[in-house]
């Protein structure tokens, strides 16, 4: 049973490691991250830019904070923590979970809600989503 947590675990120690990193170093400060060469060169904000004071947020305990950086990301948190809970759960029960790739169904109502993100952030009326 060991054996089988040792990709969740894994998992785990990566992205608490990156976790960690982003809840110590504040991106709110300039000068410990780049800035996002999207904004820089477009002057609108990507589907990322707010993510990493987003996920600084959660690991002060503000989700509301979080929310208002990027909603985008926070939604991604929660599946990426929800997978990973599926992944161990059956791992540890001995079974194998393979990872699909999303049918184009999917993969076109991802792409269509990151892209209809984008646009409605960089408008007046979606400004309440912009970091």
């Known amino acids: ?14 992205v608490a490691s ?8 504040d991106p709110n400060h300039p000068g410990h991250y780049p800035v ?7 002057g609108w904000w990507c589907p990322g830019c707010g993510g990493l004071r987003c996920v600084h947020a959660l690991t ?9 950086d990027n909603a985008l990301v926070l939604a991604g948190c ?4 929800l997978v990973w809970a599926h ?5 540890a029960r001995g079974r194998r979970t393979r990872l699909r790739a ?6 076109a109502a991802l792409v269509a809600a990151v892209l209809a ?3 409605l952030r960089n408008t007046p009326a979606g400004a309440f989503l912009a970091p």
């Open 1 to 14: 049973m060991a054996r089988g947590l040792a990709g969740p675990a894994a998992a785990f120690a990566a």
């Open 18 to 25: 990156a976790t960690a990193y982003v809840g110590l170093v």
């Open 36 to 42: 996002c060469p999207f904004l820089r060169i477009t």
């Open 60 to 68: 002060r305990g503000d989700p509301r904070t979080a929310l208002h």
């Open 78 to 81: 929660a599946a990426a923590v």
């Open 87 to 91: 992944w161990t759960y059956r791992s």
């Open 102 to 107: 999303p049918g184009r169904g999917t993969t």
């Open 117 to 119: 993100f984008t646009v």
